[in-house]
């Protein structure tokens, strides 16, 4: 199968978001498909004000639409919510392409504690963000709980799993 990943978190940034996501690319090559990501360092990019290893890309339409073109996914995650997964979003809607979109950070509650920006407007944002998607994905039972009482659907479980080279009960 030919996924399509678009993240504004990839490499080198060193987070859970960018861990779970090269995991995810990892053991999907792995089992046989081809994954393409798009990512920051394959643009322009700016730092994200007040958290600098964060890289936004600029322009990122047009270049994401022709990797579209390009790779003909048949399957397409969006992992976040900046230039690349707003890119990705607009054409999967224009193009009436299925996606699904994965919620990693609380940022309506970053920005809002940085910027004169009431919480409501950062969660208005991610709710119109997230709304066509045909699956919002969440890491914990507590991130569903609470993305479902900001008026958040479609929320399915993304547990991370163990890597059992590494844990085993016997150990």
Not at 7 to 24: I, S
Not at 59 to 84: M, N, S, W
Request: aromatic content about 12%; charged content about 20%.
């Amino acid at each position: 199968m030919r996924i399509l990943v678009a993240t504004d978190a990839w490499e080198p940034q060193v987070n859970g978001v960018v861990r779970t996501l090269t995991r995810t690319v990892a053991e999907c090559r792995a089992m046989g498909h081809q994954v393409e990501v798009i990512s920051p360092d394959q643009f322009k990019t700016f730092p994200l004000p007040t958290y600098p290893e964060i890289k936004l890309a600029m322009g990122a339409y047009e270049p994401v639409q022709e990797r579209f073109k390009a790779f003909e996914p048949e399957a397409i995650h969006i992992a976040t919510e900046g230039p690349i997964g707003l890119a990705a979003r607009r054409i999967c809607v224009e193009w009436k392409l299925p996606f699904t979109t994965s919620y990693h950070t609380k940022f309506p509650e970053y920005v809002s504690a940085r910027l004169p920006l009431p919480l409501s407007a950062g969660y208005a944002y991610m709710r119109w963000f997230h709304h066509p998607s045909g699956r919002l994905m969440v890491a914990t039972p507590t991130m569903r709980e609470e993305l479902t009482k900001q008026g958040f659907r479609n929320i399915s479980p993304w547990t991370r799993g163990v890597d059992t080279d590494l844990f085993r009960p016997d150990m």
